[in-house]
Protein backbone atom coordinates (compact mmCIF):
# COMPACT_ATOMS: atom_id res chain seq x y z
CA UNK A 1 0.00 0.00 0.00
CA UNK A 2 2.72 2.24 1.04
CA UNK A 3 4.46 1.55 -2.62
CA UNK A 4 1.33 2.14 -4.30
CA UNK A 5 0.85 5.48 -2.98
CA UNK A 6 4.45 6.42 -3.04
CA UNK A 7 4.22 5.46 -7.36
CA UNK A 8 0.91 7.45 -7.36
CA UNK A 9 3.00 10.77 -6.10
CA UNK A 10 5.51 10.01 -9.14
CA UNK A 11 3.29 9.44 -11.42
CA UNK A 12 1.43 12.80 -10.20
CA UNK A 13 4.63 14.33 -10.33
CA UNK A 14 5.75 13.47 -13.48
CA UNK A 15 2.46 14.95 -14.92
CA UNK A 16 2.88 17.79 -14.33
CA UNK A 17 5.23 18.50 -17.06
CA UNK A 18 4.61 17.69 -20.79
CA UNK A 19 6.67 18.59 -23.33
CA UNK A 20 5.86 17.32 -27.57
CA UNK A 21 6.31 19.20 -30.75
CA UNK A 22 3.88 18.45 -33.66
CA UNK A 23 3.29 19.69 -37.22
CA UNK A 24 0.14 21.98 -38.90
CA UNK A 25 -1.19 23.05 -41.99
CA UNK A 26 -2.05 26.72 -42.97
CA UNK A 27 -5.31 26.22 -41.57
CA UNK A 28 -5.41 23.57 -39.21
CA UNK A 29 -6.10 23.66 -35.26
CA UNK A 30 -4.46 21.52 -32.95
CA UNK A 31 -6.22 20.77 -29.79
CA UNK A 32 -5.13 19.03 -26.35
CA UNK A 33 -6.28 17.99 -23.14
CA UNK A 34 -5.10 18.49 -19.42
CA UNK A 35 -6.48 17.22 -16.05
CA UNK A 36 -5.74 20.06 -14.11
CA UNK A 37 -7.10 20.97 -10.44
CA UNK A 38 -8.16 24.05 -9.35
CA UNK A 39 -6.36 26.74 -8.82
CA UNK A 40 -3.49 26.04 -10.51
CA UNK A 41 -1.21 27.59 -12.53
CA UNK A 42 -0.07 26.47 -16.33
CA UNK A 43 2.48 28.04 -18.03
CA UNK A 44 2.95 27.04 -22.08
CA UNK A 45 6.10 27.85 -23.82
CA UNK A 46 6.14 27.04 -27.39
CA UNK A 47 8.48 27.87 -30.75
CA UNK A 48 7.15 28.08 -34.51
CA UNK A 49 9.37 26.99 -37.23
CA UNK A 50 8.27 27.42 -40.29
CA UNK A 51 9.00 24.45 -43.21
CA UNK A 52 11.78 24.94 -46.32
CA UNK A 53 11.26 22.89 -49.14
CA UNK A 54 14.63 23.92 -50.34
CA UNK A 55 16.17 21.82 -47.70
CA UNK A 56 13.43 19.80 -46.41
CA UNK A 57 13.93 21.31 -43.25
CA UNK A 58 12.67 23.60 -40.75
CA UNK A 59 13.79 26.63 -40.16
CA UNK A 60 12.77 30.13 -37.45
CA UNK A 61 9.56 31.28 -38.68
CA UNK A 62 8.97 35.10 -40.05
CA UNK A 63 7.70 37.72 -37.24
CA UNK A 64 4.73 38.15 -39.15
CA UNK A 65 3.63 34.27 -38.17
CA UNK A 66 1.95 34.22 -34.74
CA UNK A 67 0.37 31.67 -33.15
CA UNK A 68 -3.40 32.14 -31.73
CA UNK A 69 -4.37 30.39 -28.07
CA UNK A 70 -7.90 29.14 -26.71
CA UNK A 71 -8.29 27.64 -23.40
CA UNK A 72 -11.36 26.35 -22.66
CA UNK A 73 -12.17 24.75 -18.97
CA UNK A 74 -14.29 21.80 -18.04
CA UNK A 75 -17.59 24.07 -18.37
CA UNK A 76 -16.14 25.21 -21.82
CA UNK A 77 -15.72 28.34 -20.89
CA UNK A 78 -13.31 30.48 -22.28
CA UNK A 79 -9.97 31.11 -19.66
CA UNK A 80 -7.79 32.69 -22.20
CA UNK A 81 -7.77 33.56 -26.13
CA UNK A 82 -4.77 35.81 -27.52
CA UNK A 83 -2.47 36.58 -30.13
CA UNK A 84 1.10 35.52 -29.47
CA UNK A 85 3.75 36.03 -31.89
CA UNK A 86 5.99 33.14 -32.77
CA UNK A 87 8.08 32.27 -30.43
CA UNK A 88 6.78 33.15 -26.09
CA UNK A 89 5.04 31.83 -23.04
CA UNK A 90 1.39 31.56 -22.50
CA UNK A 91 -0.34 31.48 -18.73
CA UNK A 92 -3.46 31.05 -16.96
CA UNK A 93 -4.88 30.16 -13.71
CA UNK A 94 -7.40 27.14 -13.54
CA UNK A 95 -10.88 27.91 -11.37
CA UNK A 96 -12.71 24.77 -12.21
CA UNK A 97 -10.89 21.33 -11.81
CA UNK A 98 -10.65 18.71 -14.73
CA UNK A 99 -9.99 18.62 -18.59
CA UNK A 100 -9.25 21.90 -19.56
CA UNK A 101 -8.81 22.14 -24.20
CA UNK A 102 -5.57 23.73 -25.05
CA UNK A 103 -6.27 24.71 -28.80
CA UNK A 104 -3.44 26.03 -30.76
CA UNK A 105 -3.34 27.60 -34.45
CA UNK A 106 -1.72 30.32 -36.53
CA UNK A 107 -2.96 33.36 -37.10
CA UNK A 108 -1.62 33.82 -40.66
CA UNK A 109 -3.32 32.82 -43.76
CA UNK A 110 -0.59 34.21 -46.19
CA UNK A 111 1.76 31.25 -46.93
CA UNK A 112 2.05 29.61 -50.10
CA UNK A 113 -0.03 26.34 -50.30
CA UNK A 114 0.85 23.32 -48.76
CA UNK A 115 3.52 25.24 -46.18
CA UNK A 116 4.31 23.27 -42.60
CA UNK A 117 4.69 24.81 -39.49
CA UNK A 118 6.60 22.25 -36.68
CA UNK A 119 5.38 23.97 -32.92
CA UNK A 120 7.34 22.85 -30.75
CA UNK A 121 5.22 22.94 -27.27
CA UNK A 122 6.54 22.51 -23.27
CA UNK A 123 3.60 22.70 -20.78
CA UNK A 124 4.26 23.11 -16.89
CA UNK A 125 1.40 22.65 -14.17
CA UNK A 126 1.46 23.73 -10.54
CA UNK A 127 4.46 23.49 -8.69
CA UNK A 128 6.36 23.18 -12.02
CA UNK A 129 6.03 26.83 -12.79
CA UNK A 130 7.46 28.36 -9.38
CA UNK A 131 10.92 29.99 -10.66
CA UNK A 132 12.70 28.87 -7.53
CA UNK A 133 15.89 30.88 -8.27
CA UNK A 134 14.12 34.40 -9.10
CA UNK A 135 12.30 33.46 -5.88
CA UNK A 136 15.76 32.72 -3.77
CA UNK A 137 17.23 35.92 -5.32
CA UNK A 138 13.86 38.36 -4.82
CA UNK A 139 13.42 37.56 -0.87
CA UNK A 140 17.17 36.39 -0.27
CA UNK A 141 16.51 32.93 0.89
CA UNK A 142 19.07 30.33 1.96
CA UNK A 143 19.29 27.03 0.37
CA UNK A 144 17.67 25.81 3.42
CA UNK A 145 14.91 28.50 3.11
CA UNK A 146 14.46 27.69 -0.47
CA UNK A 147 14.37 24.02 -0.35
CA UNK A 148 11.65 24.09 2.52
CA UNK A 149 9.69 26.71 0.56
CA UNK A 150 9.90 24.15 -2.86
CA UNK A 151 8.78 21.53 -0.52
CA UNK A 152 5.67 22.91 1.00
CA UNK A 153 4.89 23.95 -2.79
CA UNK A 154 4.93 20.54 -3.74
CA UNK A 155 3.24 19.22 -0.86
CA UNK A 156 0.21 21.52 -1.82
CA UNK A 157 0.57 20.39 -5.57
CA UNK A 158 -0.25 16.66 -4.18
CA UNK A 159 -3.03 17.84 -2.00
CA UNK A 160 -4.82 19.65 -5.28
CA UNK A 161 -3.97 16.32 -7.63
CA UNK A 162 -5.80 14.21 -4.62
CA UNK A 163 -8.50 16.77 -4.34
CA UNK A 164 -8.91 16.56 -7.53
CA UNK A 165 -8.39 12.50 -7.78
CA UNK A 166 -11.34 12.71 -5.03
CA UNK A 167 -13.37 14.64 -7.38
CA UNK A 168 -13.10 12.10 -10.13
CA UNK A 169 -13.57 9.26 -8.24
CA UNK A 170 -17.14 10.92 -6.71
CA UNK A 171 -18.04 11.81 -10.71
CA UNK A 172 -17.44 8.32 -11.56
CA UNK A 173 -19.47 7.28 -8.71
CA UNK A 174 -22.36 8.96 -9.56
CA UNK A 175 -22.26 7.97 -13.09
CA UNK A 176 -22.15 4.33 -12.04
CA UNK A 177 -24.73 4.89 -9.82
CA UNK A 178 -26.80 6.59 -12.76
CA UNK A 179 -26.11 3.88 -15.33
CA UNK A 180 -27.20 1.29 -12.89
CA UNK A 181 -30.94 3.00 -12.30
CA UNK A 182 -30.80 3.34 -16.35
CA UNK A 183 -29.88 -0.55 -16.52
CA UNK A 184 -32.22 -1.50 -13.81
CA UNK A 185 -35.14 0.65 -15.11
CA UNK A 186 -35.02 -0.60 -18.49
CA UNK A 187 -34.84 -4.14 -17.39
CA UNK A 188 -38.06 -3.51 -15.62
CA UNK A 189 -39.48 -1.74 -18.48
CA UNK A 190 -38.91 -4.78 -20.76
CA UNK A 191 -40.24 -7.50 -18.26
CA UNK A 192 -43.16 -5.03 -18.39
CA UNK A 193 -43.84 -4.80 -21.96
CA UNK A 194 -43.16 -8.58 -22.22
CA UNK A 195 -46.27 -9.56 -19.22
CA UNK A 196 -48.41 -7.31 -20.89
CA UNK A 197 -47.70 -8.82 -24.73
CA UNK A 198 -48.32 -11.76 -23.06
CA UNK A 199 -51.20 -11.07 -21.52
CA UNK A 200 -52.40 -9.30 -24.66
CA UNK A 201 -51.80 -12.54 -26.49
CA UNK A 202 -53.47 -14.83 -24.53
CA UNK A 203 -56.61 -12.51 -24.85
CA UNK A 204 -55.97 -12.68 -28.11
CA UNK A 205 -55.92 -16.39 -28.62
CA UNK A 206 -59.20 -17.34 -26.23
CA UNK A 207 -60.90 -15.16 -28.51
CA UNK A 208 -59.57 -16.61 -31.34
CA UNK A 209 -60.51 -20.19 -30.05
CA UNK A 210 -63.91 -19.05 -28.36
CA UNK A 211 -64.69 -17.59 -32.44
CA UNK A 212 -63.99 -21.31 -33.69
CA UNK A 213 -66.01 -22.47 -30.85
CA UNK A 214 -62.84 -24.95 -29.49
CA UNK A 215 -63.11 -23.55 -26.23
Not at 4 to 11: A, C, Q
Not at 55 to 84: A, C, N, Q
Not at 122 to 147: F, N, P, S
Not at 153 to 169: G, L, M, P, S, T
Request: charged share 25%; proline share 3%.
Amino acid sequence: MQFLGISLIFVLYLSCVSGLYFHIAETERKCFIEEIPDETMVIGNYKVQLYDPRTGGFMPSSPGIGMHVEVKDPDDKVVLSRVYSSEGRFTFTSHTPGEHIICLYSNSTKWFSGTQLRVHLDIHVGEQTMDYAGIAQKEKLTELQLRVRQLLAQVDQINKEQNYQRIREERFRQTSESTNQRVLWWSLTQTAILLVMGAWQMRHLKKFFEAKKLV
